[in-house]
């Protein structure tokens, strides 16, 4: 699974996630902006987006699943975790986020 993860592709995953998102879409949106504006810093810092990587899969019972990616870059990684919850009315996006300290992975 490789793909150019850019400032778009975080806002189109976004936005096509936000109908089981279970958080309001105002705490989507930001989630977003932040993506947005972390961008330049990334490139910057971590040089060309290459791809990105699925780490993990995990399911705990039947009720929660944690997916990770790690966002690839010339120099340096970033990881991404999405935690879903199967509710009354099916699996919703409980909730999102990444971070670029990569040790946290080995944890």
């Known amino acids: 699974m490789k793909d150019h993860v ?9 936005g096509a996630m ?4 279970a ?3 105002v705490g989507l949106d ?17 040089g060309e987006s290459l791809d990105y990587e699925l780490l ?8 929660l699943i ?3 990616f790690v966002h690839r870059f010339e ?3 970033v990881p ?8 009354g009315d099916g699996w919703l996006l409980n909730s999102f986020s990444f971070t670029d300290d990569l040790a946290q992975l080995l944890r």
């Open 6 to 14: 850019g400032v778009r592709t975080v806002a189109a995953l976004a």
């Open 18 to 21: 936000l109908a089981a998102f």
């Open 23 to 25: 958080a309001p879409e």
């Open 30 to 46: 930001a989630v977003i902006e932040h993506a947005e504006a972390q961008r330049p810093t990334m490139d910057a810092r971590f």
């Open 56 to 63: 993990r899969n995990d399911s705990i019972g039947g009720s």
């Open 66 to 68: 944690r997916v990770v």
């Open 75 to 77: 120099k340096h990684a």
């Open 80 to 87: 991404w975790q999405f935690v879903w919850y199967r509710g």
